[in-house]
């Protein structure tokens, strides 16, 4: 990795940051819309934006006082979902099916765990609230992102 794409990974990651900040109080619990999701769908255009994601997740979640399980498993699963996101970045709408079913199992299964919920109902809540983020925001975001710079994040190698 070279110093601009640990920059670019760097803006990512405090973008990631901000979005959940100012979307706070939607951004937790087991309803959630987590507006910061819309930037999983990133990896589609450059792979420097995982680490990117990874950081953001694992620091809003630090920052903002969640529980460890939601700092270490939401972080790592916002880590698998990004990998798979670009690996099936040949197709958008597959490409962002990935945040949606990841973070609807892992953080479904850890918010039932944590706060003794019905598992399928909180994995359901959570993947809605991921999928409507993902392919309301996420998709057309990386849409207008290829029809103003192509195929790559600006400044990617």
């Given amino acids: 990795?070279?110093?601009r794409a640990i920059a670019q990974g760097g803006v990512i990651a405090a973008l990631y940051i901000?979005?959940?900040?100012?979307?706070a109080p939607i951004s937790f619990g087991?309803?959630?819309l987590r507006i910061s999701e819309a930037l999983t769908l990133l990896p589609v255009l450059s792979p420097v934006s995982i680490p990117g994601l990874f950081v953001g997740c694992f620091l809003?979640?630090?920052?903002?006082?969640?529980?460890?399980?939601?700092?270490?498993?939401?972080?790592?699963?916002?880590?698998?979902?990004?990998?798979?996101?670009y690996r099936l970045r040949r197709n958008v709408w597959l490409a962002a099916a990935m945040p949606v079913l990841v973070n609807g199992v892992v953080i479904g299964l850890m918010l039932s765990v944590l706060y003794q919920l019905p598992a399928f109902a909180t994995?359901?809540?959570?993947?809605?609230?991921?999928?409507?983020?993902?392919?309301?925001?996420?998709?057309?975001?990386?849409?207008?992102?290829?029809?103003?710079?192509?195929?790559?994040?600006?400044?990617?190698?």
């Fill in 60 to 85: 809003s979640n630090l920052l903002f006082g969640q529980p460890w399980q939601d700092v270490v498993f939401g972080s790592l699963a916002t880590l698998f979902a990004a990998v798979l996101t």
């Fill in 1 to 3: 990795m070279n110093v």
């Fill in 30 to 32: 087991e309803v959630q």
């Fill in 123 to 157: 994995m359901l809540t959570v993947a809605l609230g991921e999928a409507v983020v993902c392919f309301v925001l996420g998709v057309p975001m990386i849409r207008l992102l290829r029809a103003r710079f192509g195929d790559r994040l600006p400044g990617s190698a």
């Fill in 18 to 23: 901000v979005l959940t900040a100012l979307f």
